[in-house]
């Protein structure tokens, strides 16, 4: 199972929108089934966001379901001018952020096992190739470095490399969320790349 | 600015990686029931019961929390004066002559002139345990009585001898 694939709204949205609105409705007025339904919707995508930030599966799994439980609590404030999804991928946000501030100089690194799959993954077949100056690391150790370096970065900079480049989202859902400009997505998305980059460059080819 | 750069392309990969971290198998199966079951047991109700309306009447509170818990600085600082504040008020308390202890002793200043000005006051004339009185907190007037240094012009108010003042002499 490939957790948090880049999500395409086509793919995940535009099936179910109305369903989506029904059981919001249903949830507001005290429905816990309709309210299960959303949950199982959307908590792979919720506890993916939480892990890539924190980089720790117990403070992920704690925060996901606080999300889902404070959203339940806050759907009469949900007026519906944006998605359900968008709603409470603020919530998520939120709290992450909280959290890591009041974590700050305390991060503690309980990362996933890598799944099966990402052995015969394209774009890591790629990367560990002849052009790779440390081609003999293996993926764990990559993933250990990848997620340090992505902890170096400030909670901002980490939410939108995480949000597009890991989860797949576009800069306009990202400025929905952050409730900030396509313009600062895009300043903050280059800087955070920047920084990556050279954090890592050892683990890049040089193509 | 233009982040389809073609040097992020093996950062871009390199991200991949993200996607194949996975939580246990079957984490997902008890996800929706444990936040369900939160969510039925009331357990944030119960959380929050008294520390949401404290929070929700006093707002700066939890601004005043979240400062000292994100700045340890706040927190260190708050700890320094606490015990600035302790400091200054074990010195003062132990000062003699302060506020304090005139405000426990008012009667002291009152009984010095009154034992300056009566040498030959019985109780003043025998000699005083000058231990036992200390001990006698509870009495300021005693406690006057065995400082002649209070007797104001250099007089010796204590140690003066009976004097025979019979008229029938020489």
């Known amino acids: 199972m ?26 507001r007025s005290g429905d816990l089934e309709a309210y299960d339904e959303l949950v199982q919707r959307y908590h792979e995508r919720i506890y993916a966001m939480v892990y890539h930030m924190t980089s720790n599966h117990e403070d992920a799994n704690d925060l996901a379901q606080e999300s889902f439980i404070k959203a339940f609590q806050a759907l009469k404030s949900f007026k519906g001018g944006s998605s359900f999804y968008t709603w409470l991928y603020r919530i998520a946000v939120n709290k992450t952020i909280n959290h890591l501030k009041q974590r700050k100089n305390r991060i503690h690194m309980s990362l996933n096992d890598l799944d099966f799959n990402a052995e015969h993954d394209p774009d890591l077949v790629a990367l560990i190739s002849d052009k790779t100056p440390r081609r ?29 480049d890991v989860q797949g989202l576009s800069h306009d859902e990202i400025a929905k969320v952050m409730k900030c400009n396509i313009g600062t997505v895009r300043s903050r998305l280059f800087y955070a790349r920047q920084q990556l980059q050279a954090w890592l460059s050892d683990y890049l080819n040089a193509t | 600015m233009n982040e389809n750069q073609p040097n992020f392309e093996s950062l ?21 029931s444990q936040v369900m079951a939160r969510i039925r047991d009331g357990e944030t109700e119960a959380a929050e019961s008294w520390s949401g309306r404290l929070f929700a009447s006093m707002p700066w509170l939890m601004k ?23 400091l200054f ?6 000062r ?10 008012p009667a002291a200043p009152e009984a010095a002139s009154f034992a300056s000005a009566t040498p030959a006051a019985p109780s003043a004339l025998q000699p005083v345990n000058q231990f036992m009185v200390a001990d006698n907190s509870t009495n300021p007037v005693f406690s006057s009585f065995q400082t002649p240094a209070t007797a104001s012009f250099g007089q010796i108010p204590v140690g003066a001898q009976f004097v025979n003042y019979s008229s029938s002499g020489n």
């Open chain 1, 2 to 27: 490939i957790m948090a694939e880049p999500v395409s709204r086509n793919d995940s949205e535009p099936s179910a929108p109305t369903d989506e609105g029904v059981l919001v409705r249903r949830a």
């Open chain 1, 136 to 164: 003999e690391a293996g993926l764990t150790e990559l993933q250990e470095k990848l997620n340090a370096a992505l902890m170096k970065l400030s909670e901002p900079h980490r939410l939108v490399v995480v949000l597009h």
């Open chain 2, 89 to 94: 008020g074990a010195v003062i308390a132990q």
């Open chain 2, 64 to 86: 005043v929390i979240q400062a000292v818990d994100t700045r340890p600085v706040f927190a260190g600082g708050f700890a320094t004066a606490l015990c600035a504040l302790l």
């Open chain 2, 12 to 32: 871009r990969r390199l991200l991949a990686l993200k996607r194949h971290e996975t939580p246990p198998p079957g984490y997902f199966n008890n996800f929706s």
């Open chain 2, 96 to 105: 003699p002559d302060s506020a304090s202890t005139a405000f426990m002793q």
